[in-house]
């Protein structure tokens, strides 16, 4: 899962995008090793949201009251409080060193075939 996240991070970085840090909301968030993962995957801090209410579900009803009712996006969509950061591990250049090319390599075996 880290290195399909990986994936995705990789593909929006290649058109330029830059990220500080990411937000982490759902149910995986409850493992802080999970979470290390992720980030040390990632190469970025992560970043939880303060409080509870936030995740998809009201992003995906913010989203309907703009298409329901014309709302203007800048009223409608507010980013979380942020609260607790994740860092990576310390040993993060070895474990990116050792894990992070095996995803590419797996790409470019199945271009070959």
Same mark, same amino acid.
């Given at each position: 899962?880290?290195?399909?996240?990986?994936?995705?991070?990789?593909?929006?970085?290649?058109?330029?995008?830059?990220?500080?840090?990411?937000?982490?909301?759902?149910?995986?968030?409850?493992?802080?090793?999970?979470? *290390?993962?992720?980030?040390?995957?990632?190469?970025?801090?992560?970043?939880?949201?303060?409080?509870?209410?936030?995740?998809?579900?009201?992003?995906?009803?913010?989203?309907?009251?703009?298409?329901?009712?014309?709302?203007?996006?800048?009223?409608?969509?507010?980013?979380?409080?942020?609260?607790?950061?994740?860092? *990576?591990?310390?040993?993060?250049?070895?474990?990116?060193?050792?894990?992070?090319?095996?995803? *590419?390599?797996?790409?470019?075996?199945?271009?070959?075939?």
């Amino acid at each position: 899962m880290a290195f399909a996240l990986r994936d995705g991070f990789d593909a929006l970085t290649a058109t330029g995008a830059r990220f500080d840090g990411l937000i982490a909301i759902g149910g995986g968030t409850r493992s802080l090793y999970w979470l *290390r993962m992720i980030a040390t995957v990632l190469g970025v801090p992560l970043h939880l949201p303060a409080g509870e209410e936030f995740g998809a579900a009201l992003g995906a009803a913010r989203l309907a009251i703009c298409a329901a009712t014309s709302a203007d996006p800048q009223e409608v969509m507010e980013g979380p409080t942020l609260g607790r950061q994740i860092d *990576r591990w310390q040993s993060s250049r070895a474990l990116r060193g050792w894990l992070c090319p095996f995803p *590419r390599r797996l790409s470019a075996d199945r271009q070959a075939q």
